[in-house]
């Protein structure tokens, strides 16, 4: 019983996890948009092009990713699905504006999540050196 109560609950921190890191990231997003100035930067639509893009990147990878030669392929039309999410939802104009606010909200994203993964380790570290 108490494996199944464990089971459980490490289910939830995952689902609470991940939605957690999905706000964080569509709240990047926001922040990049209102960075380069996007007249429809709002959170609202940073959430709508953030989850519209994962799904169809996930939908994309799942259906056609499993293909030989064609794997690569689809990684970077996931790119551009999610560059044309931040275009349509923010209504950016220029396909270079959406890219940009992609990649700076690829690079601080990835950044942060680096930089906490260090400490994380790092602290894992000295707990076993006794410091």
């Known amino acids: 019983m108490l494996g199944l109560a464990l089971a459980g609950s490490v289910v939830l921190g995952v689902i609470v996890f991940f939605g957690l890191m999905f706000l964080f990231g569509s709240f990047i997003l ?65 396909w270079m504006k959406a890219f940009l606010v992609w990649l700076v909200t690829y690079v601080i994203t990835v950044t942060i999540v680096v930089l906490v993964f260090l400490f994380i380790v790092g602290m894992g570290l000295l707990s076993l050196a006794g410091l």
Do not use: C, D, E, R
């Open 30 to 94: 926001y922040l990049v948009a209102k960075l380069f100035k996007v007249k429809k930067a709002t959170f609202w639509n940073a959430v709508l092009a953030h989850l519209v893009g994962m799904i169809i990147s996930v939908i994309l990878g799942v259906t056609l990713g499993q293909i030989p030669l064609i794997g690569p392929i689809v990684s970077l039309l996931g790119i551009v699905v999610n560059i044309w999410t931040i275009k349509h939802f923010f209504q950016i104009k220029s």
